[in-house]
């Protein structure tokens, strides 16, 4: 059995590389975006979830908080009462930036001495963060100067802003991480939808239904050479990532090449389904586009999650995507820890049962 099995592995790696198609698809794409996203890729920010530590509970600090309330650009997410809660809700991406007012913000303010607040931000998403610190900067700017013409007192408030994860809004700590889901995605969603088409359009789909191999080890024997291509798709952007532009990484590699291998299950599960229902390459081609572009945007690599309207956001609980995009941020830039890589690795698990599960089924059909 696993002699015929390594027999069809070597054939599919075979007939990938002398295809000059393949080639290009597996080697030039993955290369070129990682660079050109790393550089062009920018992002627009519709809210923003905002904590507040509040230490000061005079009426200066009351007032400045109510301009951040008031204010469209911020909905309030939790309030807090210590460092550990604030850490505890920035790591687990509640919300976006915390303001921190201290204890003698109102009896500075009154006295005209200079008064500041803390704005601790999400660096991973380093766009966000940057217009979060203006949005802010402004709302603080503001009520300094209406302080001024109302009372002719000036407490020269200002924010002293704090990116975690991201100090210095480096957008490629951001995008990398992502474009590791990304671009291995779609190198092995393509090798694996086109596999069982190319052998019709060949004619060598025939030879298959009567050779001695049974559904089960086709099946294996298409799986495998997608699962490593992707596993090495994945590597390459990872060592271009650390080594060329400069991204920490800061977590368990084996953690993460877990979550990557239940990952690259679950797509490669859907390619295979892909594949079994179709007549052509052509037809795999749509069939994979048509998957592929709606989980890049459910995933949260472009929006997040939580700013999606309200009855998508349950559509993203069945994107593999989803779940592997947090696992490859979190690890890269926050160490995540294994019990949060778990947490969002039973569901890509479950994701790839049900994939592998119906393509085995469809494709046990197509071969009676």
């Not at 303001?99 to 704005?119: E, N």
């Not at 994860?165 to 671009?183: A, C, E, H, Q, R």
């Not at 979550?259 to 081609?285: E, N, R």
């Amino acid at each position: 059995m696993w002699r015929r099995i390594l027999a069809l592995i070597l054939k599919e790696f075979r007939a990938i590389w002398k295809d000059p198609k393949s080639r290009y698809i597996v080697i030039v794409p993955p290369l070129i975006q990682a660079v050109l996203f790393a550089q062009a890729a920018t992002f627009e920010v519709t809210r923003v979830a905002l904590g507040v530590w509040n230490e000061d509970r005079a009426l200066a600090a009351t007032e400045l908080l109510s301009r951040f309330d008031g204010s469209p650009a911020f909905r309030l997410a939790g309030s807090f009462d210590n460092p550990a809660e604030v850490a505890e809700a920035v790591s687990a991406e509640r919300v976006k930036a915390v303001l921190h007012i201290g204890q003698t913000f109102s009896a500075d303010v009154l006295a005209g001495r200079p008064a500041k607040v803390q704005l601790l931000l999400d660096g991973r998403r380093s766009n966000t963060a940057l217009i979060v610190q203006n949005y802010a900067a402004e709302i603080v700017a503001r009520y300094d100067l209406e302080r001024l013409q109302s009372t002719g007192l000036a407490g020269q408030v200002s924010m002293e802003t704090r990116a975690w994860f991201n100090p210095n809004y480096d957008s490629k700590w951001f995008i990398l991480p992502g474009l590791t889901v990304l671009l291995t995605a779609i190198a092995t969603l393509l090798i694996t939808a086109l596999s069982v088409a190319r052998e019709r359009e060949l004619g060598t789909f025939e030879q298959l239904l009567v050779s001695p191999l049974t559904p089960f080890e086709i099946l294996i024997g298409k799986a495998v050479p997608a699962f490593l291509i992707g596993i090495g798709e994945a590597s390459l952007i990872l060592l271009l990532s650390v080594f060329v532009l400069g991204v920490p990484f800061r977590g368990d590699l084996a953690l993460l090449y877990a979550g990557m291998a239940v990952y690259l299950a679950a797509v490669i599960g859907v390619g295979l389904f892909i594949s079994s229902i179709v007549a052509t390459q052509q037809q795999a081609i749509l069939g994979a586009f048509t998957f592929f572009a709606p989980s890049i945007l459910l995933s949260g690599f472009l929006t997040p999650v939580e700013n999606m309207p309200a009855w998508l956001q349950p559509l993203t609980l069945i994107d593999p995507m989803t779940y592997f995009t947090v696992i490859s941020r979190g690890i890269f830039l926050k160490a995540m820890p294994a019990v949060e890589v778990l947490a969002n690795l039973w569901p890509m698990a479950l994701i790839a049962v049900v994939t592998l599960s119906s393509a085995a089924w469809l494709f046990g059909r197509r071969l009676q």
